[in-house]
């Protein structure tokens, strides 16, 4: 069983910074993709950043040249850096693995528990 865990959510004024760290636990054979999500009250979930095992990365447009994913494979660890932030940011962010636990296994979707993001003065 895989287990994400993310970290790093909190309360900052409009134009701070955060850093979000999402650690996986558990057997992972290979790893699609990695992205973070988020879901503001009475909205959709939206794809936020993901980045491939090849280090292609995709930003939604609202977050381009604020926000930057990146991933560290030794700690099996996905971070979304979020500068400039805005009030419009705020939402319960989640991190995502698309990814394999074994050899002849599909590759499924792995869910954080989320964590709370609010931008405000």
Do not use: H
């Not at 926000?67 to 660890?77: E, L, P, Y």
């Amino acid at each position: 069983q895989v287990q994400l865990v993310e970290s790093g959510g909190g309360l900052v004024q409009p134009g701070g910074s955060l850093t979000l760290s999402c650690l996986a636990s558990g057997r992972i054979f290979r790893i699609n993709t990695m992205g973070w999500y988020r879901q503001a009250p009475g909205k959709q979930r939206e794809l936020v950043a993901s980045i491939t095992t090849g280090g292609s990365t995709n930003y939604v447009d609202s977050v381009k040249g604020r926000f930057t994913i990146s991933r560290d494979n030794a700690k099996n660890t996905v971070y979304l850096q979020m500068n400039s932030l805005k009030p419009e940011d705020t939402a319960v962010y989640y991190c995502n693995w698309v990814l394999s636990t074994a050899m002849r296994s599909l590759a499924i979707n792995y869910w954080g528990q989320g964590t709370q993001v609010t931008v405000s003065s």
